[in-house]
DNA sequence: AGTGCGCCCTGACGTGGCGTGAGGGTCAAG
DNA sequence: CTTGACCCTCACGCCACGTCAGGGCGCACT
C-alpha cells in the first residue's frame, strides 16, 4: 500500500506518516520511484502506533515503547489494553464528576475545591484512576442513577430537591422535638427519604440505603451537607434509617 | 485562591493558567499586587475548561463553547456528559479492536487493512463514534465475552480455534454432502456452534444465535471468513441456525 | 507525441499549547 | 533586614503536525 491508500484506511493526513518516517516511528519501504510502500508488518506497526498515541503517548515515548526489544506484539496488546481500560476508567470518573456537578447545579450548590483534585489532579493518567470509580461506578445503582438523571429537566431538578428538601426538614424538627431516632416517626420519614430515593435516582433497598446513611456519616460532604440543615442531623438520619431498615 | 494553589489542585502547570489568561480562556481577577485571584466563578469555569479540554477541544473552540450567550452551565454539562459517553464510547471501539488483534494474533492471522478504517477512519471523534458500539458494546454479551476472553492464553486461543474450525469444517462437508441446512444433522451441528461459542464467549441463547447467524450475512467480514471455508458456507450456517433455533 | 490529471516526492515555514528560563517584585518568617 | 517561597512579565524553544511551493511519476485521452 503506498501512502494514500494507508492515510485514506486510518483517517491520517499523508503529512503525518511523511513525518513518522522521517522521525523514524514507522518506516516504510521505498520502491525504485522513491515512492513509500507499506507492507503487513508495517500496517500492524501503524495500528500499536495509533493505539498508543490514542492513549496520549508522545512520539518518541511511542517508538521508545515499539523498539523495546525485550517487549513483543503480544505483550503490548496486553498492555494496550490495560491502558485503555484505565483510561476508559477515569473517563468515566470525569463522567461521574460532571454528573455530581449537574447535580450541584441544579440543587444550586457550588463544588469544592477539593473536587477538581478528586479527579483531575492525578499526574499520571496511566495508573490510578479507577480507585473511587471502582468502588460505584460499575454497580447497578450508579448506571440506573445515571441513566434516569440524565434525562431530568432543569425544573425536574428543582422538584426532586424540593421534595428532598422537605423530607430533610421533617427528620430535622423530628430532632429538634426531641423524637428518638428509633421513634415510629422518625422510622416513617427515613423511609420516605428512601422512597424519595428509589424513586428519583435508583432502586434503594433498605440495604443500600443502609450504606448509604453510614456513607452521610463517612465523606464529609454528605456529613457538611446535612449539618448544615441541622446539628447532629447526619448521625439522626443515619440512626433512623438504620432502624427503619431493622424494624 | 491564587496561582499555585489552582494548578495544585487541578494538577496543572502554573504557566498554562498564565497561558489560559492570556488567551482569555480563563481570566482571574487581578489583586493590588497583581497576584491572580480565582473566586468561586472561575474554578467552576475551570472545571468546564478541564472537561473540554480532555474531550480533547482546542483552546479557542474551548473558549468559544463556554462563551456562547445562548448555552447556560447546565446545558455545557449535559453536553459533556454526552461527549464524554461517545468518547468512552470509542475507546471502547478501540479496546475492541485491540482484543480482536490478540485473537488475530494468537491465531497468528494478520488483520486486513479495513479493520484499521473501522475504528481509526473517523476524523471527528465528537461525532459519530458511538454507533457499533451502541449496537454491541453494552450488551451483556460483549462484556461477558470480553471478561472471559480477556484471559484466555495462547493456548486457549489456539483450542478455541480448533474447536470452531472443526465445527466449520463438519458444516462444510454437511453442505457439500448435499445435506439441506433443515435436515438433522445440520441442525445438530448449529447446536454445536452455538454451545461452542457459549463456552468460549458468551451465554449465547438460540435467539443470539439467530441474531448472530444473520451478521454472518449481513457483514461481509464474516461472510468473507466463511466462504473463503466453503461456498455457500455463510447462507447454510444461517439457514441451519435458523432452522435449530425453531426446531 | 503531447497533455492533462492525480498521485507521489522533498524542503521549508507556520501554528497551537504549552515548557523553560531570565530578570525582577512581594510577603511572611526568622 | 535578609532569606526563601511565592508571584509577575517578557521571550525564546519545542513537538506534531498543517500548509504551501516546486517538481517528478504514471496513465488515459486526444
Given at each position: 500500500?503506498?501512502?494514500?491508500?494507508?492515510?485514506?484506511?486510518?483517517?491520517?493526513?499523508?503529512?503525518?506518516?511523511?513525518?513518522?518516517?522521517?522521525?523514524?516511528?514507522?518506516?516504510?519501504?521505498?520502491?525504485?520511484?522513491?515512492?513509500?510502500?507499506?507492507?503487513?508488518?508495517?500496517?500492524?506497526?501503524?495500528?500499536?502506533?495509533?493505539?498508543?498515541?490514542?492513549?496520549g503517548?508522545?512520539?518518541?515515548?511511542?517508538?521508545a515503547?515499539?523498539?523495546?526489544?525485550?517487549?513483543?506484539?503480544?505483550?503490548?496488546?496486553r498492555?494496550?489494553?490495560?491502558?485503555?481500560?484505565d483510561?476508559?476508567?477515569?473517563?468515566?470518573?470525569v463522567?461521574?464528576?460532571?454528573?455530581?456537578?449537574?447535580?450541584?447545579?441544579?440543587?444550586?450548590?457550588?463544588?469544592?475545591?477539593?473536587?477538581?483534585?478528586?479527579v483531575?489532579?492525578?499526574?499520571?493518567?496511566t495508573?490510578?484512576?479507577?480507585?473511587?470509580?471502582?468502588?460505584?461506578?460499575?454497580?447497578?445503582?450508579?448506571?440506573?442513577?445515571?441513566?434516569?438523571?440524565?434525562?431530568?429537566?432543569?425544573?425536574d431538578?428543582?422538584?426532586?430537591?424540593?421534595?428532598?428538601?422537605?423530607?430533610?426538614?421533617?427528620?430535622?424538627?423530628?430532632?429538634?422535638?426531641?423524637?428518638?431516632?428509633?421513634?415510629?416517626?422518625?422510622?416513617?420519614?427515613?423511609?420516605?427519604?428512601?422512597?424519595?430515593?428509589?424513586?428519583?435516582y435508583y432502586?434503594?433497598?433498605?440495604?443500600?440505603?443502609?450504606?448509604?446513611?453510614?456513607?452521610?456519616?463517612?465523606?464529609?460532604?454528605?456529613?457538611?451537607?446535612?449539618?448544615?440543615?441541622?446539628?447532629?442531623?447526619?448521625?439522626y438520619?443515619?440512626?433512623?434509617?438504620?432502624?427503619?431498615?431493622?424494624?
Amino acid at each position: 500500500m503506498n501512502v494514500g491508500e494507508v492515510a485514506a484506511a486510518a483517517g491520517l493526513s499523508v503529512r503525518t506518516l511523511h513525518h513518522w518516517d522521517a522521525v523514524g516511528l514507522l518506516v516504510p519501504h521505498k520502491a525504485a520511484n522513491g515512492y513509500r510502500d507499506y507492507g503487513p508488518a508495517e500496517l500492524e506497526r501503524l495500528r500499536q502506533v495509533l493505539t498508543y498515541r490514542e492513549l496520549g503517548f508522545g512520539l518518541d515515548q511511542v517508538k521508545a515503547l515499539l523498539d523495546d526489544p525485550d517487549v513483543d506484539a503480544l505483550a503490548h496488546l496486553r498492555r494496550q489494553q490495560e491502558l485503555l481500560a484505565d483510561r476508559i476508567a477515569r473517563l468515566q470518573d470525569v463522567a461521574a464528576l460532571v454528573h455530581r456537578a449537574v447535580e450541584a447545579k441544579s440543587m444550586g450548590i457550588d463544588l469544592e475545591p477539593h473536587e477538581l483534585r478528586e479527579v483531575f489532579g492525578e499526574q499520571d493518567p496511566t495508573q490510578h484512576a479507577a480507585e473511587a470509580h471502582g468502588r460505584w461506578g460499575q454497580t447497578d445503582a450508579w448506571k440506573q442513577s445515571h441513566a434516569r438523571t440524565s434525562s431530568y429537566s432543569k425544573q425536574d431538578w428543582l422538584r426532586v430537591q424540593a421534595e428532598m428538601a422537605d423530607v430533610q426538614e421533617r427528620l430535622a424538627a423530628a430532632l429538634s422535638a426531641g423524637l428518638p431516632a428509633s421513634s415510629p416517626e422518625a422510622q416513617s420519614l427515613a423511609e420516605e427519604h428512601r422512597q424519595h430515593i428509589s424513586r428519583s435516582y435508583y432502586d434503594c433497598s433498605p440495604e443500600m440505603h443502609v450504606a448509604l446513611a453510614q456513607m452521610y456519616l463517612s465523606d464529609e460532604r454528605f456529613t457538611a451537607h446535612y449539618e448544615r440543615v441541622a446539628p447532629g442531623l447526619a448521625q439522626y438520619v443515619h440512626d433512623a434509617v438504620q432502624a427503619a431498615a431493622r424494624g
